[in-house]
């Protein structure tokens, strides 16, 4: 046995470990077939010999799970009684037995703290002469030193991207060196010129006026004996939001009603340095680093800065630069957030893309085609004289003759002041630009200023590439059918979702870049086949309580950059991520890590909500079937209400977990009430003129109507009396038999999901392929290669995955995975065997290792199902035509006979053959 992928449940990164509990989960891999985990053992220690080899140093152990007889592998609770040092390196290891009482050991693992206790920098007196940061009433400050942030924020005072260098020596090379830092809005770290990480647009974005993310770097490799510099570089982002004088600046689009978080972009750093001998010394950030104007002048996030080669000086991270004309940085008040380590996946770039086409419309413009629309960051390679200027623009969609179209009429500032200007240095050289702190969701390029030849005079364009940036996310989820124009959609699915990942997720990479609430909950059963979610929902959790008012309602987006009004501001059906998500990572990763801190937040959000039922308990007053008609609400009393019946039962879920059995007591009754007061309005039960029992939506009261929304709702959420199931699903069936998609972006998910149930997947795939809109086919026939915001030909956004719902199906319904316990500890086989495909095959690295699954159809008519289970595991696999022929099932060179309408299995490989 193989004790593999250790690590800590919300983190994705572990050296800055800032939390007095955190919990562990481990994989297993093995080829014996009657393996099994009798009992695990984790001991932590500062001393990493102590937790090596066969003898555990007892003396020296810093917490000790002590044998503990279970199968779990997962949230596995670490507590020690007075919590962890700060900045201190921590090593852990699992011992597990297996059915014989073998012992099995897993590699070493490492993670290093913070300050779990401090989340507060200490503050800095502007006026040094009359009141040091050192006097008596600061003394409380400083009275714990080794477990309080020493570093202070720097900058020059101005809101304009800068550099920040600090030189010094060592002696001798640490044995380790940690360095915290941040940055805001964003910057980019160096040591020695080399970066210090793959890292983009750290830190991630929060509501700064409460919680300001730092980052990590294991800088050891990176530093040597004699002169070292550390260098950041500091952008806008949306900590100071900048326009400049002719860009499009989304949040002050319309009203300028937007938080601009401060008006100092401002950093700071701590370097720990530990060497042979125990010694540990801290290098801060505080007014002897130098700093001076960056080249690059604004730093706009919708992918627009200025940058002048001319003033960009060349080596300034690098050991022999002089910073003598630097200005020595001035000590800033900061943000007023506390300072938490940064536990999402960071932003890294991904794929490159070359270009497919090159054309030149007219002189002087230059065009490229990407062959693939996603979340950009573009690099451009040009030559030319110095003071050249060069205009970078970026689209989605492009006119007739190859140059960029924002084709919504009331968004054509998009098209015309988002673009990058750069100057050239005249190096006679070739020069490289890529932007620092924007980006963008494009497939074409547009570049001003140069020519393919210089045969005009013009610099010459040597290359354009664009460099897919995204979350860091581990990839899971792989998946391939017989049919090209599912393949095809599957590929925009993948661009879509993996496009607006950061670190929140984002409601479009282009256009607004905002983090609406609904996409997190709605998505996350498709995302979770795709990427491992489990630390970006985390983070996701934090900024909804940040964001939180203190009459409890929760707000539509998070953060909360620009004030909405009305149901944009106040709809259950985003709001309700903070009851729906702890669920989430429950269900799909097997962790509870969450709920103590989100459960008052969503016990508030629910009292809230009690305040605006309607008739008894209905919720009438939010954004309905959002993106139906484009955007119009309806099925409002459906919808909303369902999901606070939805909310009602998580939050007694985590009641339940906390050990609060009378506050789950009071939950499910709140929420048995809701059941009432819904079936009671929205129920029909008898209406002459229809064969069977359905709902009806409010949307034209007292007028019934009967669309498979209404029904879908009330089936998914579990609202439909046993007695009413069978006529409610013919209701739905009525509805959607011409196979048109009537659903907005709320609707659409529960419309596929009970189409699943009805195992109807001819009707899933008939709507998605159809002529007009609505229909995903349409956009790949128009050359689409990811979805748009709206069933449109064209419109503002087409890299919006609000509607891409579609994706959880061919995953549960079209592979036919789907999981049944927490973390997959059980899950289901049930390929479509009477559908179109003869051949479908994925897989998912699920939280206990890669589920394989292919569906094939033979010559013979006989249809064989391969899965691979992993350890910890059990699949029940759905036989063909429900058992009525025989199967039989082979593992390895056994095969054994299966009865009945499933078979169970443990880990291994499989086949499982129709008779």
């Given at each position: ?31 014996d ?7 695990y ?71 290093f ?77 160096t ?20 919680r300001?993310?730092f980052?990590?770097y ?19 982002g ?30 700071f ?44 000086p ?38 490159t ?16 085609d ?51 200007r750069?100057h ?28 393919l ?26 998946m ?14 993948s ?11 984002t ?13 997190t909950?709605?998505?996350?059963p ?6 491992d ?8 959790l ?42 989430i990572?429950?269900?799909?990763y ?74 789950a ?7 048995a ?33 009967r ?30 038999a ?14 596929f ?51 891409g ?50 569906f ?52 291994g ?7």
């Open positions: 046995m193989q004790v593999l992928r250790c690590g800590i449940h919300g983190f994705h990164e572990v050296l800055g470990i800032d939390v007095d509990e955190i919990r562990f989960y481990w994989t297993i891999e093995t080829d077939k009657h393996a099994s985990q009798l009992a053992r984790v001991v932590l220690s500062t001393d990493e010999a102590a937790v090596q080899g066969d003898a555990i140093v007892e003396s020296k152990l810093a917490w000790d799970s002590g044998r503990v007889m279970s199968n779990e592998q997962r949230n596995i609770i670490c507590k020690p009684d007075n919590g962890f040092q700060s900045t201190c390196s921590y090593y852990w290891r699992v011992t597990l037995w297996d059915q014989s009482e073998r012992p099995h050991h897993s590699a070493v693992n490492h993670f703290t913070a300050y779990p206790r401090s989340h507060l920098l200490p503050p800095y007196s502007m006026n040094q002469t009359y009141m040091p940061h050192t006097s008596l009433i600061f003394r409380s400050w400083f009275e714990d030193e080794p477990n309080r942030w020493k570093a202070v924020w720097i900058g020059d005072g101005g809101d304009k991207p800068i550099y920040l260098r600090k030189a010094f020596d060592l002696a001798q090379p640490p044995a380790r060196a940690i360095m915290f830092a941040s940055g805001l809005g964003h910057f980019n770290m040591v020695n010129g080399s970066p210090a990480s793959d890292h983009r647009l750290d830190p991630g974005w929060t509501n700064y006026h409460r300001v993310q980052t990590a294991d800088v050891t490799a990176q530093l040597q004996t004699g002169a070292n510099v550390l260098g950041a570089h500091l952008g806008n949306f900590y100071a939001g900048d326009k400049g004088e002719d860009r499009f600046f989304w949040p002050m689009y319309e009203d300028n009603t937007y938080v601009r978080y401060g008006n100092e972009l401002c950093f750093s701590e370097l720990h340095l530990f060497y042979p001998d125990g010694s540990h010394t801290t290098m801060i950030s505080d007014p002897s680093w130098r700093v001076r104007r960056s080249a690059t002048s604004l730093a706009n996030i919708y992918a627009s800065e200025n940058h002048d080669r001319r003033q960009y060349t080596g300034w991270d690098t050991p022999d630069f002089d910073d003598a004309d630097w200005a020595f940085a001035k000590p800033l008040t900061g943000p007023r957030g506390h300072i938490y380590y940064q536990t999402q996946p960071p932003v890294v770039l991904h794929e893309f070359q270009p497919v086409k090159i054309t030149e419309p007219r002189p002087g413009i230059v065009c490229y990407l062959g693939q629309n996603a979340s950009t960051m573009v690099r451009v390679e040009v030559e030319g004289p110095r003071g050249s200027e060069i205009i970078v623009r970026y689209s989605e969609t492009i006119q007739e003759d190859g140059t960029v179209l924002m084709p919504d009429p009331l968004f054509k500032e998009y098209e015309t002041g988002v673009f990058s750069i050239l240095a005249g190096t006679g050289a070739p020069e490289t630009w890529e932007p620092d702190f924007s980006f963008t969701s494009a497939r074409y390029i547009q570049v001003e200023g140069v020519s030849d210089g045969s005009d005079g013009r610099p010459v364009i040597r290359s354009v590439v664009g460099r897919h940036i995204s979350s860091a996310a581990r990839r899971l989820g792989t391939q059918t017989d049919k090209e124009d599912v393949n095809q959609l599957l590929s925009a699915l661009w879509t979702f993996s496009s607006n990942l950061f670190s929140y997720h409601d479009c990479p282009q256009i607004e870049k905002f983090g609406w609430l609904e996409v909950h709605l998505l996350a498709a995302t979770q086949y795709v990427r979610m489990e630390a970006l929902y985390t983070k996701i934090d900024d909804i309580l940040d964001t939180q008012e203190p009459s409890g309602l929760v707000p539509t987006m998070a953060p909360e950059i620009r004030y909405m009004c009305g149901p944009l501001h106040d709809t259950i059906t985003w709001g309700c991520a903070v009851c729906l998500l702890p669920d990572l429950r269900e799909y097997g962790s509870t890590h969450v709920i103590a801190k989100v459960f008052p937040a969503a016990v508030r959000y629910m009292e809230y909500m009690r305040t605006k039922e309607r008739r008894g308990g209905l919720i009438e007053h939010g954004l309905g079937d959002w993106g139906r008609g484009i955007a119009f609400g309806n099925n409002q009393a459906n919808i909303e209400t369902a999901i606070y019946y939805r909310c009602l039962q998580c939050v007694a879920m985590m009641a339940r977990e906390l050990g609060e059995m009378q506050k007591k009071e939950f499910e009754q709140w929420a009430r809701i059941y009432a007061v819904y079936n009671r309005h929205l129920l029909v039960t008898d209406d002459a003129s229809r064969p069977y029992a359905y709902y009806t939506s409010l949307d034209n009261y007292p007028a019934r109507d669309d498979a929304i209404a029904q879908a709702m009330a089936l998914q959420f579990g609202l439909v009396p046993e007695q009413h199931r069978k006529d409610v699903m013919a209701a739905f069936l009525d509805d959607v011409d196979g048109r998609i009537r659903a907005g972006e709320i609707g659409l998910r529960f419309l999901n009970t189409l699943a149930d009805a195992k109807r997947p001819d009707l899933v795939l008939q709507m998605a392929r159809q002529e007009e809109h609505p229909s995903y086919m349409r956009f790949l026939r128009r050359g689409e290669t990811t979805l748009l915001e709206f069933w449109q030909d064209e419109c503002r956004s087409k890299c919006h995955d609000m509607l719902t579609i994706y959880e199906w061919f995953y549960a319904a079209v592979l036919g995975l789907k999981p049944t316990g927490p973390a997959y500890r059980t899950f289901v086989v049930d390929p479509p065997y009477n559908a179109e495909f003869k051949h479908v095959k994925g897989s998912v690295d699920c939280p206990y290792g890669t589920i394989a699954v292919e094939t159809r033979n010559e013979q008519g006989q249809a064989v199902v391969n899965v691979r289970v992993p350890f910890g595991t059990t699949a029940i696999v759905k036989l063909p035509r429900s058992g009525k022929s025989s199967a039989y099932c082979r593992e390895g060179e056994e095969s054994r006979a299966v009865d009945g309408g499933e078979v169970s299995l443990s880990h490989v499989y086949s499982i053959i129709e008779g």
